[in-house]
């Protein structure tokens, strides 16, 4: 059984689970199943804007984020786009890389981007570029990225999400226990090889 990685591109906090979870893979044996799905429908499903309208609980996350990355050997160019423009389009070309072979690449691609060069995940050039770093001709992918296909997959997952209780990213989801943030990840390992 795989943990269940729920995710989406957007969310600052996902970044360090997108850079670390392959190490983590290879550490454990255990396998994670990513899952894009549209946070911004369910936080505005909340009426909930994390840190948009609260200027010291930002600077709290911008600071977090810097020390973290740090420790996890990861690059921060500080502070990162946020709010990015198209979430909707990031996570559905994620979902369609995902489908296809390419999404963990293009997704990681456009985190360090976005972290570490200061580019927006949600436009470009941060698409382009990205996709091709994951061998993808941009202008393609895009278009299968905006087709009505994966738009509507995207819903439906995002649907799934909603079902499952989630209320934020990152999630990892072990059969029904949902394991909130990228700081609970060892507590879903623990949880999966308990009930294994």
Not at 32 to 42: A, E, G, I, Q, Y
Not at 97 to 117: T, V
Request: aromatic fraction near 12%; charge should be neutral; glycine fraction near 8%.
């Amino acid at each position: 059984m795989a943990i269940d990685f729920w995710f989406a591109i957007g969310s600052t906090y996902t970044y360090f689970p997108v850079m670390r979870l392959d190490a983590v893979e290879a550490q454990t044996g255990i396998r994670f199943n990513w899952r894009p799905f549209n946070l911004r429908r369910v936080l505005v499903s909340m009426n909930s804007v994390p840190y948009a309208d609260k200027p010291a609980k930002l600077a709290y996350m911008w600071r977090d984020i810097e020390r973290r990355a740090k420790g996890f050997g990861l690059t921060v160019s500080m502070p990162p786009p946020y709010m990015i423009d198209d979430l909707v389009r990031a996570n559905r070309i994620a979902l369609l890389g995902l489908k296809e072979g390419w999404g963990k690449a293009y997704i990681r691609a456009s985190y360090r981007r976005c972290f570490a060069e200061g580019q927006d995940a949600g436009a470009e050039p941060n698409f382009s570029e990205s996709l091709r770093e994951a061998g993808q001709n941009p202008k393609e992918a895009l278009t299968r990225a905006d087709a009505p296909e994966i738009a509507e997959a995207l819903e439906r997952d995002t649907d799934e999400a909603f079902s499952l209780g989630l209320f934020g990213a990152p999630n990892f989801v072990v059969g029904k226990e949902i394991f909130w943030g990228h700081d609970r990840l060892d507590d879903a390992i623990a949880w999966h090889r308990q009930a294994s």
